[in-house]
């Protein structure tokens, strides 16, 4: 039987616009089946949260606008796990809020907030570290995260330094570095004690709150504000006149890289953060001349390297490209090198400029 008092809250608010034209502003990368499962990005993580936590308390935060799409996908959660944010404020306010929420819920409660659109290989590795911080957060005032080992020096992620003297599972963090250049990734790696920051927390609903009431004072005074409604149907009304004063911050600003009480654990999974076309390709499958092909029946002549979407089925045929993102979706049919997929987003905002933002 699971623990009543472990929960989850799943972010699933942001829009993924390097993965245009695929994710767009109304219809986002988490709930697209990205790699072709059978599953949406955001059904296989409620899956994986649901081998440990009970079903029903799993949180789902997202935008507003995505109300529908949530229940369409995950017809068993109820409106009582839906976390509506009627403005975009980053990560730190709408985690804040769930917290409280849950914090009066449950004052014992332990839990994961978890990205909707990461791929994990090994979810019983998952679960296995998510349980190990989850004992230490029961029984310990600490904030905690899952790091990765990284492969390569990769400099588009943010860095965990963790107390080198350490040889016990459950490591005391030095700090939190922000994305460095090559050579500086480089020398991360040399030192051997710094992990990918991947997002993903741990802590009591005790903790987390007494983390943002001494280090975001304003914004816990004002969260902490509706209380009294929380839960109940004064909830909605608060919230619709409230969130949209809260500064726009994320939670490693806001509270972890300003507290002391901060631990990671290694995690002992295969992860990839499926942020750009280029990190989809590195997961998938390849052909014998190294394309990755999704939905597409493919006819490929001096063509490789490429990844390759279409709608379900459709034929496309490709001759004489190398290393290029070839994307076709409804109106829109992207034919882009992947050396440039960080230009994606910035096309995706010439496009809305000249053809309508009804294409982004």
């Given at each position: 039987m699971k623990n009543k008092n472990y929960y989850a809250i799943l972010m699933a608010g942001g829009v993924g616009s390097r993965f245009w034209p695929v994710s767009t502003q109304n219809f986002p990368k988490q709930f697209h089946d990205m790699l072709g499962t059978g599953d949406t990005l955001i059904q296989k993580t409620f899956?994986?949260?649901?081998?440990?936590?009970?079903?029903?308390?799993?949180?789902?935060?997202?935008?507003?606008?995505?109300n529908d799409l949530v229940f369409e996908q995950l017809p068993s959660v109820t409106k009582r796990q839906v976390v509506l944010e009627p403005a975009m404020r980053n990560t730190a306010p709408c985690i804040l809020y769930a917290s409280l929420k849950i914090k009066k819920e449950?004052?014992?409660?332990?839990?994961?907030?978890?990205?909707?659109?990461?791929?994990?290989?090994d979810e019983q590795a998952f679960s296995n570290n998510v349980e190990t911080a989850f004992s230490y957060c029961e029984s310990n005032d600490a904030l905690m995260t899952l790091g990765i080992t990284p492969r390569f020096p990769n400099t588009g992620y943010g860095y965990i330094e963790y107390d080198k003297s350490?040889?016990?599972?459950?490591?005391?963090?030095?700090?939190?570095?922000?994305?460095?250049?090559?050579?500086?990734?480089?020398?991360?790696?040399?030192?051997?004690?710094?992990?990918?920051?991947?997002?993903?927390?741990?802590?009591?609903?005790?903790s987390v709150v007494a983390a943002f009431q001494r280090n975001q004072p304003e914004l816990y005074k004002l969260f902490e504000n509706g209380y009294a409604a929380y839960n109940t149907d004064l909830e909605d009304d608060f919230i619709k006149n409230n969130y949209s004063k809260a500064e726009n911050i994320s939670v490693d600003y806001a509270i972890m890289e300003k507290s002391q009480n901060v631990f990671v654990i290694p995690a002992t999974f295969?992860?990839?953060?499926?942020?750009?076309?280029?990190?989809?390709?590195?997961?998938?499958?390849?052909?014998?001349?190294?394309?990755?092909v999704?939905?597409?029946?493919?006819?490929?002549?001096?063509?490789?390297?490429?990844?390759?979407?279409?709608?379900?089925?459709?034929?496309?045929?490709?001759?004489?490209?190398?290393?290029?993102?070839?994307?076709?979706?409804?109106?829109?049919?992207?034919?882009?090198?992947?050396?440039?997929?960080?230009?994606?987003?910035?096309?995706?905002?010439?496009?809305?400029a000249n053809f309508g933002e009804e294409y982004g």
């Open positions: 899956y994986r949260l649901a081998n440990l936590i009970p079903e029903e308390n799993i949180f789902i935060l997202t935008n507003e606008r995505y449950n004052e014992n409660a332990v839990m994961i907030v978890a990205p909707s659109d990461h791929w994990i290989e350490s040889d016990v599972e459950i490591k005391p963090v030095k700090q939190f570095r922000e994305k460095p250049d090559y050579k500086t990734a480089k020398s991360f790696l040399d030192q051997g004690n710094f992990l990918w920051n991947a997002g993903i927390f741990m802590w009591s609903a005790k295969d992860w990839n953060d499926l942020g750009t076309w280029g990190s989809l390709y590195d997961k998938l499958d390849k052909d014998a001349h190294d394309n990755a999704v939905n597409a029946r493919v006819m490929a002549e001096d063509a490789s390297g490429n990844m390759i979407r279409s709608n379900k089925d459709k034929i496309v045929i490709v001759d004489g490209l190398k290393d290029y993102i070839i994307v076709d979706k409804d109106e829109v049919l992207l034919i882009f090198p992947k050396v440039k997929e960080q230009n994606i987003k910035k096309v995706l905002q010439d496009v809305k």
